[in-house]
């Protein structure tokens, strides 16, 4: 396989490039070697799901073991996420404060 071209998507959704990049945020600040998150990752294929849905999940596992994150929290961000989504204007970028129902405290 090679690289793509210029004019080539690398990603189908911008959640996509998003989880991709907060993985490698991640293990640049070192909480978890890329063995891991090969270990991680490939179990989470191996259940069959679309792949950056497993990457995804793989991810959240992740954090949770490492205490990063605890899953009720990553599941509070993620209906945060997704309520500023539909907030946005499209064509601005999607952030929390746009949340309808978060105060001004957290999600």
């Known amino acids: 396989m090679s690289p793509p071209d210029a004019n080539e998507r690398v990603f189908d959704e911008p959640w996509q490039a ?3 990049a907060m ?3 991640l293990h ?3 909480l978890f070697t890329w ?3 090969a270990e991680a990752l490939g179990q989470e294929v191996k259940r069959g799901d679309a792949y950056y849905n497993a990457w995804l999940r793989a991810l959240e596992k992740i954090l949770a073991a490492k205490s990063a994150a605890a899953p009720q929290e990553v ?3 993620a209906a945060a996420w997704e ?3 539909h907030a946005t204007p499209h064509g601005q970028p999607i952030v ?3 949340d309808p129902k978060a105060d001004a405290r957290s999600p």
């Open 18 to 20: 998003t989880a991709f």
């Open 23 to 25: 993985t490698v945020a």
């Open 28 to 30: 640049e600040r070192g």
């Open 35 to 37: 063995t891991e998150w």
């Open 75 to 77: 599941d509070r961000f």
């Open 83 to 85: 309520r500023a989504a």
């Open 96 to 98: 929390l404060e746009n």
